[in-house]
């Protein structure tokens, strides 16, 4: 069974860094096509970044240079470095699974809650 849980999440002031983690089961992160995205109080989710199974990365403009996505093939894990957090970036974060080899997927995990204020 494919399945996503994120951890990480806390309350932190801006300027701050945090790590999310995706752990992944069900499927192999490396041959994989994985997201992250983040839904603000009010507004709709939003793309944040992406890995494709061949390894390229990109990013929403809002968070370019400022937020790092990776995997780690041996933990299965996706994870988000997310530094110089602002008040803007205060958000549910959520990891999705795309694609795994050849096969279409929309799997989503449980969401962890990152908060940044003052």
């Known amino acids: 069974q494919v399945r996503l849980v994120e951890y990480g999440g806390d309350l932190v002031h801006p300027g701050e860094s945090l790590t999310l983690s995706c752990a992944a089961s069900g499927f192999t992160v490396n041959l994989s096509t994985m997201k992250w995205f983040r839904q603000a109080p009010g507004k709709e989710r939003e793309f944040v970044a992406g890995?494709?199974?061949?390894?390229?990365?990109n990013y929403a403009d809002s968070v370019k240079g400022r937020f790092t996505i990776s995997r780690d093939n041996a933990k299965n894990t996706l994870y988000l470095q997310m530094n110089d957090l602002k008040t803007e970036d205060t958000a549910v974060y959520y990891c999705?699974?795309?694609?795994?080899?050849?096969?279409?997927?929309?799997?989503w995990g449980q969401g962890t809650q990152v908060t940044v204020s003052s």
């Open positions: 890995i494709m199974w061949g390894g390229d990365k």
């Open positions: 999705n699974l795309e694609r795994f080899r050849s096969t279409a997927y929309d799997v």
